[in-house]
């Protein structure tokens, strides 16, 4: 005697034989059963064929342990709610063609939705500097970056000048689409900068401040919005060990061999309208010794509420995580951040984006 079996979410991937034909058919048991299908894939892959083929969701590989969880979490969510859905215009509207067409009307407005913010995030990484274009400026190094939805409002920009290198990682307003818009033209303000300023951390803030108040129309008038971005930026000279550095809110830390933590620090101001706004950036300076571990980062891992008692992860607890991971390889302390702020969430959602960069000096 058979076993029926209702899964809450089927996950496929892609690189399985005959993959199309299994989508297709998920698609029928998915109309039937609500059942959300996710797609596990590659960037470069074409996800618009698997939109039509009846695909909820999409996990690009790499993929990290909070983004698989993450977008199992949104699967759920989403096939409950259809559940619910279903079970209630079964139940109040048996017979109501108009209820009909506006639940149809929805589905297609999500998934035009998806459709965008997928696209979104193709752009989005685009523009953001590849593992390559990375290995090309650090011969070691970590990333970790974890948006809190899809596309995120926190950017990372690497580039070199001078033989030397200016790396930067910047939070802008909000997270989401909304924080992604100033992303892109966060990126395409630096380059221009890059390209047009001479070498210092802090002119390089000045400027960039000096576009995105002319982009957002921000004059300090009363009640006008006080969007813009927080950044920390260093430029960062191999050959004579020389650091330059300035942030907008965001500091930047420098653990030492020795296992002394410096904090390079940041300027009360963000990349935006503010009381001090005609202030300039300052812009510090320090040597580094082979083996320093420097770390650039925003503000989303302190501020994650978790633990035992549903707080911040804080500032205090992530200067002690940078002074016991510095001394592993790179790739090791990646996912030992990584793992910290799994566990320390648990199964609360992300407050922000999370984005830390780590250089082997």
């Not at 910047?170 to 380059?191: K, M, P, Q, V």
């Not at 995580?321 to 648990?346: A, K, N, S």
């Amino acid at each position: 005697m058979g076993v029926e079996v209702n899964p809450d979410v089927v996950i496929i991937d892609s690189a399985l034989p005959d993959f199309m034909r299994g989508v297709r058919i998920l698609n029928r048991l998915s109309e039937v059963k609500n059942i959300p299908v996710v797609i596990l894939c590659d960037r470069d892959e074409p996800v618009d064929e698997y939109f039509a083929a009846g695909v909820d969701d999409f996990l690009f590989r790499p993929y990290s342990f909070i983004d698989l969880r993450y977008r199992l979490k949104v699967a759920l969510q989403l096939g409950d709610t259809l559940k619910t859905i279903k079970n209630q215009n079964q139940l109040l509207h048996k017979t109501s063609e108009e209820l009909k067409k506006q639940y149809r009307l929805l589905e297609e407005q999500r998934k035009d939705m998806i459709d965008d913010i997928t696209y979104s995030r193709r752009i989005q990484n685009a523009i953001m500097p590849s593992a390559e274009i990375l290995s090309c400026h650090f011969n070691d190094y970590f990333l970790f970056y974890c948006p809190k939805r899809i596309v995120s409002g926190d950017f990372y920009r690497v580039a070199g000048k001078e033989g030397k290198t200016i790396v930067a990682v910047a939070d802008c307003t909000g997270h989401g689409l909304s924080g992604a818009l100033l992303t892109i033209a966060g990126t395409a303000f630096l380059n221009e900068i890059i390209n047009y300023t001479p070498l210092n951390a802090a002119e390089f803030l000045n400027q960039l401040r000096i576009r995105i108040m002319r982009l957002l129309h921000q004059r300090g008038l009363e009640g006008e919005a006080a969007d813009g971005m927080d950044i920390s930026l260093a430029i960062i000279d191999f050959n004579d060990r020389q650091l330059q550095y300035a942030g907008a809110n965001n500091p930047a830390y420098l653990v030492r061999t020795s296992g002394e933590l410096v904090i390079l620090p940041a300027d009360r101001m963000p990349i935006g309208i503010h009381d001090n706004c005609e202030v300039p950036f300052t812009n510090h300076t320090l040597a580094f010794d082979k083996g320093d571990m420097l770390y650039l980062f925003s503000d989303g891992y302190v501020d994650q509420f978790g633990g035992p008692h549903d707080q911040k992860f804080r500032t205090k607890r992530f200067q002690e995580l940078c002074r016991t991971v510095y001394h592993l390889p790179t790739v090791e302390q990646r996912l030992i951040f990584e793992r910290t702020i799994d566990e320390w969430m648990g199964y609360r959602d992300h407050v922000d984006d999370i984005s830390i960069i780590g250089i082997r000096c």
